[in-house]
T-cell receptor, first 117, second 116 residues
Framework: AQKITQTQPGMFVQEKEAVTLDCTYD???????LFWYKQPSSGEMIFLIY??????QNATEGRYSLNFQKARKSANLVISASQLGDSAMYFC??????????????FGKGTTLSVSS | NAGVTQTPKFRILKIGQSMTLQCTQD?????MYWYRQDPGMGLKLIYY???????DKGEVPNGYNVSRSTTEDFPLRLELAAPSQTSVYFC???????????????FGDGTRLSIL
């Protein structure tokens, strides 16, 4: 069965430090996409970064990078130089095929990141 | 720059009442989705649509219905509200994509629904 696992319910980090949020996935598909979303306390879902299963290089978007280890089926999010505004819930998600030739995302349970000054 | 718009933002229903959560997008996306997020959990797919007139069930469809008569609109209907349907509901949309596509889903701001 296709599944996303985030094993860290909460993470704590100080400003300017780097932090890694873990994500492992399970799929038998060869072609898939992995996403990270940020959900601040205000509730909206903000897309951060994407990694495709065939991408040879790890994705980067500003202070966000994705440590993709395909053989281990892990796609960890690394946030460098944490800021107070990074305090939020972070979700890892995988795009999977559905019926009717459509695709949708399956989500992990999320990790709450708290950044302190 | 409207993106995905959901109404209402908050609603309290009594058990057994019905209501429709509205969702509209102005990005000409083919795919639209409804998710629910229970406290402390990730999002779970309720229904999705790959185009006008085409809908299909997700992981947790029981107690809900959808329709897609236009590209822009994808309303979610609760017929007989139950306490188990207390949740935050998110509508999302994206371009038609394969599983490998880098096109993200764009989310609305959510509807917080309480059933009492």
């Amino acid at each position: 069965a296709q599944k996303i696992t985030q094993t860290q319910p909460g993470m704590f980090v100080q400003e300017k430090e780097a932090v890694t949020l873990d994500c492992t996935y399970d799929t038998s598909d060869q072609s898939y996409g992995l996403f990270w979303y940020k959900q601040p306390s205000s509730g909206e879902m903000i897309f951060l970064i994407y990694q495709g299963s065939y991408d040879e290089q790890n994705a980067t978007e500003g202070r966000y990078s994705l440590n993709f280890q395909k053989a281990r089926k892990s796609a960890n999010l690394v946030i460098s130089a944490s800021q107070l505004g990074d305090s939020a819930m972070y979700f890892c998600a995988m795009r999977v095929f559905r019926n009717q030739a459509g695709t949708a995302l399956i989500f992990g349970k999320g990790t709450t990141l708290s950044v302190s000054s | 720059n409207a993106g995905v718009t959901q109404t209402p933002k908050f609603r309290i229903l009594k058990i057994g009442q019905s209501m429709t959560l509205q969702c509209t997008q102005d990005m000409n996306h083919n795919y639209m989705y409804w998710y629910r997020q229970d406290p402390g959990m990730g999002l779970k797919l309720i229904y999705y649509s790959v185009g006008a007139g085409i809908t299909d069930k997700g992981e947790v469809p029981n107690g809900y219905n959808v329709s897609r008569s236009t590209t822009e609109d994808f309303p979610l209907r609760l017929e007989l509200a139950a306490p188990s349907q207390t949740s935050v509901y998110f509508c999302a949309s994206s371009y038609a994509t394969g599983s490998y596509s880098n096109q993200p889903q764009h989310f609305g701001d959510g509807t917080r629904l309480s059933i009492l």
